[in-house]
């Protein structure tokens, strides 16, 4: 049993995650980190964005979202899935968005204003603001030494 969450990610083979008593998921710690099942469990191992989102369309194991700056987005459909209405919450963790400098481009981009850059030797940490995003995205960018 442990509290850390980096601890439990390097050393299990198996996690449950608990909230009050009670087991929100237990999976190998890539499944937990990589497909949480909900929101709770997502913001309990390492930061997370979260972006609104509408289902656009529900085709076998996948849905399509409609997203705020990022347009549609396809993506696989979660193991308890169970459609509520078309809205939904697209969950991206910060080391999977990147900032384009210099005018790079993405396959998804959406234009944004780093407000915070906070220098951590092996990464960086952004804050960015998205205009309508409710809160700022987070970006973890790791650093080329060379």
């Known amino acids: 049993v442990t509290h850390d969450q ?3 990610l390097a ?3 198996r996690i449950a995650v608990m909230f009050g008593g009670r087991i929100a998921q ?3 710690p890539k499944e937990i980190y990589q497909r949480p099942v909900n929101r709770q469990v ?4 390492g930061g997370m964005n979260f972006v609104k989102a509408e289902i656009v369309e529900e085709n076998g194991a996948s849905l399509v979202l409609d997203t ?7 993506t696989d459909k979660p193991k308890a899935f ?3 209405g078309g809205a939904a919450t697209l969950g991206i963790r910060p080391e ?3 900032v384009l400098w210099d005018n790079a481009s993405a396959k998804f981009e959406v234009a944004g204003k780093v407000v915070e850059r906070h220098y951590f030797g ?6 960015v603001e998205i205009p309508g995003l409710e809160k700022p995205l987070s970006v973890t960018e790791t650093n080329d030494f060379g």
């Open 6 to 8: 980096y601890e439990a």
């Open 11 to 13: 050393m299990s083979d």
């Open 26 to 28: 237990v999976a190998s």
């Open 42 to 45: 997502a913001d309990f191992l």
């Open 68 to 74: 705020l700056g990022f347009g549609r987005v396809r």
């Open 82 to 84: 169970v459609r509520n």
């Open 96 to 98: 999977r968005l990147r």
């Open 122 to 127: 092996e990464i960086t940490h952004l804050i």
